[in-house]
């Protein structure tokens, strides 16, 4: 089909409108209280979002000349933490417990604030909007829908990933524990550590397509996250490389956005600290706005280009 597959579909046609849809909607004119607006839905779609990066850590390493020295003292150093575990049981397992259940609710809760800010944020995007009512209200069965596909998604990526994280720190102990890596301890935990890297990678272009894709497609169908995925596959599968293309594309708009952050920080710390309002979660989305606006038109405005079907700039009144 023609739609599914169109005859040109650019990375970078969509720039133009999409700094265009940040000056309409938060320039033209400039009303503050639009602004805070538009921002407390911004900043729901992106509550609870990942900052990127992890500490990584290098392999072991031994002090020079001393080994078995140090290796004794990790040895030693994880029996006394086994045997604090064991004599405090009695208090250590309800508190652990408490802080799981805690953690889950407040998961649960974050990402069910989080999938219905999604739609009111596209809704304010898309229909040059400051509203948090009606769209709250119009697309709360849409946003329940991504809340039950996100949180299936989450236990699964628990259950794969954490699997093979605990076979590579199982291995690992193992390995301090008997005084070296084992032949078998080797190759096990590269296949581990690949495994978790592999898994990880397809986890997060479930949710980079879930969000920048499958979200506006159900904004114009109305319909459940499931469906939007089946339309959206049929999508993909007729046009892997553009996509594979916008995800790399995706990379420089990130470099470049971080790059305008980092001298926007720097401006600021040099005008009086002003930056520091970065870091307070509702005011710094407030200040960063303009740049979560082109990041949510920009995915909108490639869609845009897989034919009339896939427009949600359409539906504005």
């Known amino acids: 089909m023609s739609a599914e597959r169109p005859d040109k579909v650019s990375v970078i046609d969509p720039i133009t409108p999409a700094i265009d849809r940040v000056k309409i909607l938060l ?40 080994p078995h020295e140090l290796d004794a003292q990790i040895a030693d150093a994880l029996n006394k933490a086994k045997e604090f575990i064991v004599d405090n049981l009695n208090w250590i397992i309800p508190l652990v417990v408490i802080g799981v259940v805690v953690a889950i609710i407040l998961w649960l809760v974050i990402t069910w604030l989080n999938s219905q800010g999604r739609f009111m944020f596209l809704h304010c995007v898309a229909q040059n909007k400051a509203e948090v009512k009606n769209p709250w209200r119009k697309f709360k069965r849409h946003a329940n829908s991504l809340f039950l596909f996100r949180i299936v998604l989450g236990i699964i990526s628990f259950m794969v990933v954490g699997l093979p994280i605990l076979g590579t720190v199982f291995l690992a102990i193992m390995a301090v524990c008997t005084n070296g890596l084992h032949a078998f301890s080797i190759p096990g935990i590269v296949i581990l550590v690949l495994l978790i890297f592999v898994i990880s990678v397809v986890l997060f272009l479930v949710r980079k397509f879930t969000m920048d894709f499958v979200v506006p497609i159900m904004f114009l169908r109305t319909e459940s996250c499931i469906v939007g995925w089946r339309e959206f596959i049929i999508l993909l599968s007729a046009n892997k490389l553009r996509f594979a293309l916008y995800l790399l594309f995706q990379i420089v708009i990130a470099v470049a956005i971080g790059a305008i ?11 009086c600290c002003v930056s520091a309002l970065l870091f307070v979660p509702y005011i710094g989305t407030v200040i960063l706005l303009p740049l979560l606006v082109f990041i949510r038109a920009y995915s909108l405005y490639y869609l845009r280009q897989f034919g009339p079907a896939f427009d949600v700039f359409s539906l504005a009144v």
Not at 261 to 271: D, H, K, N, P
């Open 27 to 66: 320039f033209r004119p400039f009303d503050l209280k639009r602004w805070f607006v538009i921002g407390f839905c911004a900043w729901l779609a992106y509550l609870g979002s990942p900052g990127g990066g992890g500490a990584g850590g290098g392999g072991p390493h031994h002090a020079p000349g001393k």
């Open 261 to 271: 952050i980092a001298i926007g920080t720097c401006i600021g710390f040099c005008l």
